[in-house]
């Protein structure tokens, strides 16, 4: 395949054919971060899924996860937050999670597996060999409906919210198949968009405080070994603020394996992520790597990391935002 390159608004890039065509609009210069969306509730989980979580393996999710349904995890996974689910709690042997277990009906923990906080369970909450807690509840009523239900609300009035901003920089609905570097701005899909294996995406920050959101109107996905990397992200010594959006308002969200990714994924469908994959905030902000499901799924593939260790640190006062009419 011949690729060209191709400079459009500030973006410079190698694209297969004409994939990236230009539409810069005035709302270009005025993205927002995502921890101005969301309450504080809200910004504390690190998943949040309007069905079930499930992480693989090994996996580690650095915060909490909230769940419609279930919540459960593979052999030595790690949730470094709370686990709170609108039913059943499961996990596996010698996983671990650093805070409470609040499930809806039962709670089961593997053989080995510790819980720092209590366990609260709606109906029972089952222990393995030499499975511990730090507390047990059970026949208690489940707090978890409010939030389950005021949180697909609030994911789905961010995505829309998001949209409001307008297509910004078009990229047209396929593959980008080569490396590609992006400016700060919105970026509007009007279809699905992919990701070859092995591409690098590099959002250049330009020395400044910068905003990358990406609208994609059906699904995403990146392929195996995909690489974000964000460059020029400081001044005068000290790092700027980066926040990074990845916004798929019709569809899925998915990381193919080994995947490195930058930014905070929200979706109408499900996401899942890939073996080994990572899913990260830009180095040095206190926001990103979160992913939020507003209506289906989070599958974490075994071994992959979520946040890895930057989520949402003391976010500022909650502002919900005001949807124009028409």
């Known amino acids: 395949m011949k690729f060209s390159k191709v400079a459009l608004g500030g973006v410079s890039l190698l694209a297969a054919g004409a994939l990236i065509a230009t539409a810069v609009t005035a709302s270009q210069a005025k993205p927002i971060s995502v921890q101005f969306l969301m309450s504080a509730e809200m910004l504390e989980q690190q998943a949040f899924a309007g069905t079930y979580v499930t992480g693989g393996a090994t996996s580690t999710i650095n915060g ?33 999670v ?24 709606g109906t029972d909450t089952t ?12 026949g208690i009523a489940n707090s978890n409906v409010t939030a389950i239900a005021s949180g697909q609300e609030e994911v789905l009035k961010a995505q829309e919210f998001l949209g409001l901003f307008g297509a910004g920089t078009t990229i047209v609905p396929g593959n980008i198949a080569a490396d590609t570097t992006f400016t700060a701005g919105t970026y509007g899909v009007a279809g699905l968009l992919t990701v070859a ?4 995406i590099t959002l250049d920050a330009n020395h400044q405080n910068s905003e990358f ?21 400081e001044k005068d010594g000290k790092k700027v603020h980066v926040s990074v959006i990845w916004n798929a308002t019709g569809g899925y969200v998915s990381l193919g394996a080994g995947a490195n990714i930058i930014g905070t994924i929200l979706a109408k469908g499900y996401v899942s992520t890939g073996a080994l ?35 949402c640190i003391t976010p500022p006062p909650y502002v919900a935002p005001v949807i124009p009419k028409g």
């Open 213 to 233: 959101v990406f609208n994609i109107s059906s699904y995403l996905t990146f392929g195996e070994g995909v690489t974000i990397n964000v460059i020029n992200d």
């Open 277 to 311: 994959s990572t899913l990260s905030g830009a180095p040095g902000n206190i926001c990103g790597g979160a992913i939020y499901s507003a209506t289906s799924y989070i599958s974490i593939g075994a071994g992959a990391t979520v946040g890895a260790g930057v989520g």
């Open 64 to 96: 909490s996860v909230l769940a419609g349904t279930y919540v459960t995890t593979g052999v030595s996974a790690a949730i470094k937050g709370s686990a709170n689910a609108g039913t059943a709690t499961t996990l596996g042997a010698s996983s671990t």
């Open 127 to 138: 222990f393995g060999e030499e499975a511990t807690s730090g507390g047990n509840q059970s």
């Open 98 to 121: 650093a805070s409470n277990v609040r499930s809806g009906t039962a709670t089961t923990l593997g053989a080995g597996a510790a819980v720092t906080g209590s366990v609260t369970s």
């Open 197 to 200: 294996a092995n591409t690098v």
